[in-house]
Each structure stands twice: as structure tokens, then as C-alpha cells.
């Protein structure tokens, strides 16, 4: 039999990791000792306190049945006060705040509530492909916001043309990114307000990555700007801060007319968070951050030998302030797909094509810092020999 698909279905770009999934599993099976710097998912477990939690908590039968829909209170609390602790704001839990099944679920979910067929949501690209295919899924179009080096990967506003911009009723933004690794300050999170209010756009920006961060950088909340609760609202995920990206939770805050339209779709597609896993959850934003340090000081000594080793062949990346990606631009003449084949066939080494994130991430790979440090250095042994 065969079964028509739904245009959203054959509307998906097609799958460019195709050709390198199968190269990977060739050479695995050949033999050869595959280095696996592709996938954005921590190496690390999952600290002991927060396992434990999990533990007494599905023991208790009061967390067997159907979880509240928008989320438990003690969680939601327990999200008001980390964010009272790690930006000085506040937040109404009961409002404000919004428990997700990994912060991928809610930005999936985002555009069904506020997206209706036509519509425009502005997208960057590259990016996480999550903002454009549910924009997609809802029917939407993205108006591509390209990241370029020149402008430091972060989208250049001025460059959206005034019909865009009034037809638009979202905009994704992602810092620190996934995948350049930049960062963002307070004066491009006030241009993004100053443009949302302008043009009455909501801003949804992900924030998986403010903890994780070298050097005692520490990014900021697009909510710290005074006024940005009026246009939008911010997705924080568990899941990279405490390698806890197995056990989907994650939350949105902000804006509660926003929270409020997300929550509406949610309730009508899932159940909840298992309430085991958001008193696991309050474990880790409440207990001890050592584990957080101990984290970023993990990535930080990945980063460095995986950084001197790209300088030393010519390659420089910007060196990231925060994430555990290594935007890599690709040596003079060869394409992202081009050299991810070559780091495959000559090196053993799994990168990502920047172009799989977007033809603006042409010319570049993602590198992600989820081995040892004595595999990236094993790495960085087999990339100096090669001849680029
Ligand atoms: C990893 C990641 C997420 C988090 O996803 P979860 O669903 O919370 O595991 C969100 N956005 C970006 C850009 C990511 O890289």
C-alpha cells in the first residue's frame, strides 16, 4: 500500500545527514575508530543528587497519575526563584511560567498558538531547524534572517524590509547559539524589543544554552531587558545544563498572554511532565550549582586543546564564549559537505555541514565538545596530518 503523506510532511528539507550517517556506519564497521563530534548531546551523566531525587519520587504514588497540564507548582516556584537568583527577575509562577517536555516540545508547540496559514515568523539560519519547520507545520512561512560572521552571527534587523516586518508575527532568536556559538549582549537584545514593539511581533528566544559558558562569562535573560515581557517569552532547557537531555524538561517563561496561548495547545496534544521528573528537576535548579561549574570547566579544557588545534592548521573559529560548538570555518575551496567528508574518510572525525543548519552555515562545520579531552586531542593529531 501506499499512503499519501500530507503536504507538511513533503514540505521537509531533505535529510542531509544522509550521505555522512552511512559513511559513519560504513567505516565503523570497517573498523576504523570513528571520533564523534556531530551530535549536540553531553557525554557527561546526570549528577547523582538529581538521579536520586528521581528515585524517591517515583516511589511515591501521588506522582503516578496525570501531571497538571501547565506544569506542577513546586516546579513552577522552583523556576521563579532560579530565575530571581541567575537574573534578578521576577517572575508569577502560576502566570509566568510553564512546564515543557524539553524546551523542543514548547517552541514546536509555540506556532499553532500564534501562527495561522500564511503567516510569517522571521527565522534564523543557520539555526536549530525547530523554528522553521513548525512555523512550517502551521502552516507559516520563515523570512530568512541569515547569521554572518561579519555581523558576529547575530541577525541584522535593519535588513528586514518594513512589509516583512508588519506581516510578521513571530521572531525565533537563540543565544548563546546553537550552532556559531555566539552570544549576544544587552544592546542587540534592546534593538530586538525596540523592533517587537514596533512592529508588534513576538519574540521567542531560546535560551538552552545561558549556563553553559566559559571564562565566568555569564549570558543574560532577554527578560532582564526592562519592558521585554511585554513581547515575548524565553525557553531554558534542563537538558544541557545538568546532562539531562534523556529525560525531557524543560520551561518557558515571560509574557502571559503567550505562556497562556502555548498552554492552550499543550493541553489539547499532551498531559504534562511527569511529576517524578519535575521534582528531579527542582533538585537541580535548587541544589548545589558545583555540578554546573564542573561542567563548563569540562568543556572549557575540551575547547581549548580542540581550538589551538584548528588554529594551528590555519582554520581559526571564533572562539566561542559559551555552548560546546566550534564553528568551524572550512579551509579555502572546499564546501561544509566537502570537508565533513573529508574529517570522515581521512580522519575518522563525525562534524556537522554548517549548510545542514541553512545555506547562510555554507563554508563553515559544527563541531560539538561531547568526547574526552584525550579523544579531541587524538582529533585535533588526525586533522594536523591532514593536508588542508
Ligand atoms: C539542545 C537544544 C535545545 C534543548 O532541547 P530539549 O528539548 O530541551 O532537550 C533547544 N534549543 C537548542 C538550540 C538546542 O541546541
Redesign the pocket.
Known amino acids: 500500500m501506499a499512503f499519501a503523506k500530507a503536504e507538511r510532511l513533503k514540505l521537509l528539507p531533505p535529510y542531509l545527514f544522509q550521505e555522512i550517517d552511512r559513511l559513519k556506519a560504513e567505516l565503523i564497521s570497517a573498523g576504523v575508530d570513528v571520533i564523534n563530534l556531530g551530535v549536540?548531546d553531553p557525554d557527561l551523566p546526570t549528577p547523582r543528587h538529581i538521579i536520586q531525587r528521581l528515585q524517591e519520587a517515583a516511589e511515591d504514588k501521588a506522582n503516578h497519575q496525570y501531571p497538571s497540564y501547565s506544569g506542577m507548582n513546586d516546579f513552577k516556584v522552583s523556576v521563579a526563584g532560579w530565575y530571581r537568583r541567575r537574573f534578578g527577575v521576577e517572575l508569577d509562577p502560576e502566570r509566568e511560567v510553564l512546564t515543557l517536555i524539553?524546551?523542543?516540545?514548547g517552541?514546536a508547540h509555540l506556532p499553532l498558538a500564534f501562527i495561522d496559514p500564511g503567516d510569517l515568523a522571521l527565522v534564523p539560519s543557520p539555526a536549530?531547524p525547530v523554528y522553521h519547520i513548525a512555523t512550517m507545520f502551521a502552516g507559516g512561512h520563515s523570512h530568512i534572517m541569515p547569521l554572518v560572521r561579519e555581523n558576529h552571527f547575530l541577525p541584522d534587523l535593519n535588513a528586514i524590509p518594513a512589509d516583512v516586518a508588519r506581516q510578521a508575527r513571530l521572531m525565533f532568536i537563540?543565544y548563546p547559539n546553537?550552532p556559531t556559538g555566539a552570544t549576544a549582549e544587552r544592546g542587540f537584545y534592546e534593538r530586538v524589543l525596540d523592533f517587537a514593539r514596533e512592529f508588534d511581533i513576538i519574540v521567542c528566544h531560546?535560551a538552552?544554552y545561558t549556563e553553559m559558558a566559559f571564562g565566568g562569562y555569564k549570558p543574560m535573560s532577554f527578560l532582564e531587558i526592562p519592558g521585554a515581557r511585554d513581547v515575548g517569552i524565553e525557553f531554558h532547557?534542563l537538558?544541557?545544563t545538568y546532562n539531562m537531555?534523556g529525560w525531557r524538561i524543560?520551561f518557558a517563561v515571560g509574557n502571559a498572554e503567550i505562556i497562556g496561548g502555548l498552554g492552550q495547545i499543550k493541553s489539547n496534544i499532551d498531559s504534562g511532565a511527569f511529576n517524578a521528573v519535575q521534582w528531579a528537576g527542582i533538585a537541580a535548579l535548587e541544589g548545589s550549582q558545583d555540578c554546573v561549574v564542573e561542567m563548563q570547566n569540562i568543556y572549557r579544557e575540551r575547547l581549548e586543546v580542540l581550538m589551538d588545534g584548528l588554529n594551528s592548521v590555519g582554520l581559526y573559529p571564533d572562539v566561542p564564549k559559551a555552548t560546546f560548538y566550534v564553528w568551524c570555518p572550512t579551509p579555502a575551496g572546499l564546501s561544509s559537505t566537502e570537508f565533513t567528508s573529508l574529517l570522515l574518510k581521512e580522519a575518522g572525525i563525525v562534524t556537522t555541514p554548517g549548510s545542514g543548519f541553512g545555506e547562510p552555515g555554507e563554508g563553515y562545520v559544527r563541531m560539538a565538545l561531547t568526547v574526552s579531552k584525550e579523544r579531541i586531542e587524538e582529533a585535533v593529531g588526525r586533522i594536523r596530518k591532514l593536508s588542508i
Open positions: 549536540g524539553g524546551s523542543k516540545e517552541l536549530y537563540n546553537n531560546d538552552a532547557s537538558s544541557k537531555t524543560g
